[in-house]
């Protein structure tokens, strides 16, 4: 039987929200308002525009599409100029342990992430070749949590989705996977999470084989 695995990247593989915090910041200073950690926890697993939407809210703004495009666009610039140092000491713990003893074991391996930066940060962390497939923020019409991310995967991998195990720290993505027909492992506080099939701290709190009898259970 063929079975993929689809990794979500920020908060699975590595931790890149510091970094988006940082960006969303200095544009609410800029904009003159407070944006706390907090709120930056709203942000996670969303998409760049409806991040900057949220933003806004909290800052009490409105704006033109053309200006929210300029923000966006100024954001971006920032937070990539922040990852810029991203190297494969930035990798979570035992996330790429997981992926090479999964390849190993003939799973496909597929990256389902709501960012656009996903192939660099892939790139910069050195393990975008453990990927079988990789869909990023520029190749889904529709946001977590609407499943076409992870559904996009399963169809690049070639594996039904229900042979599919998705690996997402943000809520909207378990949705994502569930919507998808997808079992759903939970990176993070399984206080916060819910409808994942089994939650973890951390890829290095799960092995393979837990996966893989999660997968066939
Ligand atoms: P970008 P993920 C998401 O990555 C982040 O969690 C979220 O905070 C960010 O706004 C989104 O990517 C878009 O990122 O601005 O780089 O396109 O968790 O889906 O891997
Ligand atoms: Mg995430």
């Known amino acids: 039987m063929n079975r993929g695995f689809i990794f979500d990247l920020d908060g699975v593989i590595v931790d890149t929200a510091k ?82 003893e999964a390849a190993d074991q003939s799973i496909k391996i597929a990256l389902g992430s ?41 169809e690049k991998i070639h594996v039904s989705p229900q042979n599919c195990l998705v690996f997402e720290d943000a809520q909207a993505g378990i949705e994502a996977a569930r919507r998808g027909g997808m079992k759903c492992v939970g990176i993070g506080n399984n206080a916060l999470l819910k409808g994942a099939d089994l939650t973890v701290p951390g890829m290095d709190k799960i092995t393979v084989k837990q996966a893989i009898e999660l997968l066939e259970n």
């Not at 190297?87 to 996330?95: E, K, M, W, Y």
């Not at 050195?126 to 995967?153: H, M, N, W, Y």
């Open 114 to 154: 709501a960012s656009k930066n996903a192939p660099y940060i892939l790139e910069k962390l050195g393990i975008d070749r453990l990927f079988d497939a990789q869909i990023d923020g520029t190749q889904v019409s529709k946001a977590k949590p609407d499943p076409e991310v992870f559904l996009k995967g399963a």
């Open 19 to 100: 970094f988006h915090f940082i960006a969303w910041k200095r544009l609410a200073d800029q904009l003159g308002f407070e944006f706390t950690e907090e709120d930056n926890e709203r942000l996670k697993g969303v998409s760049r525009t409806r991040s900057l939407e949220i933003l806004l809210e909290i800052g009490g703004i409105e704006l033109s599409e053309d200006e929210k495009q300029h923000l966006a666009q100024q954001k971006n610039e920032w937070y990539v100029e922040l990852i810029g140092g991203l190297t494969s000491n930035d990798i979570l713990p035992g996330a790429e342990k997981f992926l090479k």
